[in-house]
């Protein structure tokens, strides 16, 4: 297993549209164990392949207390969606940025898991809104991008800062 870098807000890359996975096999297992080991090192409850510079269709969620629920979506799509919640979001691209979002508050949403079965799962809470999130990255679609320009552009001077002074 390996941790791979994980590209920051506001890299291009990250609006990359991605494609969906056309068979599942060894090789996106393996980044599936990569992306899950950058996603509990970070740590954070979802990671999305393009956030790791692999612009496929491809999540990792984990919302769990214990961090031993991994929740794989390959090829995940909204089936249906309804009621509306805002809460606090934050990104592992996007760090120290925290900022309210409205989301749907129930989602079903279909997908393969790793091993390229089919499943349907409803999710509520904050798997409903990690799932929105997520899949929005394969998108090209970053949380900070549902906000106001205005606020936009003062994070995105902010991140540009910090990153200048890490340096
Ligand atoms: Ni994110």
Do not use: W
């Amino acid at each position: 297993m390996a941790l791979l870098p994980i590209l920051q807000y506001p890299d291009p890359r990250l609006h990359k549209v991605a494609k969906p996975v056309a068979t599942v096999t060894e090789q996106t297992r393996k980044l599936i164990r990569d992306m899950a080991e950058t996603m509990y090192a970070a740590p954070g409850v979802g990671l999305a392949a393009t956030q790791v510079d692999v612009h496929e269709r491809i999540v990792v969620i984990d919302v769990s207390d214990t961090h031993d629920k991994l929740q794989v979506f390959i090829n995940p799509t909204l089936t249906s969606s309804s009621g509306a919640e805002e809460s606090e979001e934050g990104c592992l691209s996007v760090p120290g940025i925290y900022e309210n979002v409205t989301r749907a508050e129930r989602v079903m949403v279909s997908a393969l898991d790793e091993q390229g079965k089919a499943f349907t799962l409803e999710a509520d809470g904050l798997l409903a809104i990690c799932i929105q999130h997520e899949m929005d990255h394969l998108q090209g679609k970053v949380f900070v991008e549902h906000l106001s320009h205005l606020k936009q552009t003062r994070i995105r001077a902010k991140l540009i800062k910090q990153r200048r002074e890490t340096l």
